[in-house]
């Protein structure tokens, strides 16, 4: 458990980087709202970006966005009213999964821009 734990830290540290890097603003790290839990919260350009990060270190068990259940995109959505609520945002808001497959201590990303739709 203890590796999961560290491989999911290394992983969200480097969506943020990744993020980041493509100019988007970080606004909150694990939010959480009742039984939700969101890993990034950022924004670029008015529109709000709520990201799961899933990180694996090998194939073995399907790829790292595949484990992003239904239930998990309805948790998502349950934070993500609750957060525009809270601060009031008056814009667009979409839902973006942050795939890493952590191989040979780097990782390769593979952002899903609106995974939902």
Not at 15 to 44: C, F, M, P, Q, T
Not at 56 to 75: C, D, M, N
Not at 91 to 108: G, M, N, T
């Amino acid at each position: 458990m203890a590796h999961n734990t560290t491989l999911g830290k290394l992983g969200e540290q480097a969506a943020e980087a990744h993020l980041s890097a493509l100019g988007y603003r970080i606004l909150e790290r694990n939010y959480r709202y009742k039984r939700a839990e969101v890993d990034l919260i950022a924004s670029k350009e008015k529109v709000l970006v709520l990201v799961e990060v899933k990180t694996r270190s090998t194939h073995q068990y399907g790829f790292p966005e595949e484990a992003v259940s239904s239930r998990k995109e309805a948790l998502l959505q349950l934070a993500a009213e609750n957060y525009i609520e809270v601060h009031g945002w008056q814009h667009d808001v979409r839902f973006d999964v942050i795939s890493i497959l952590w191989e040979k201590d780097q990782p390769k990303i593979f952002h899903i821009e609106d995974a939902f739709h």
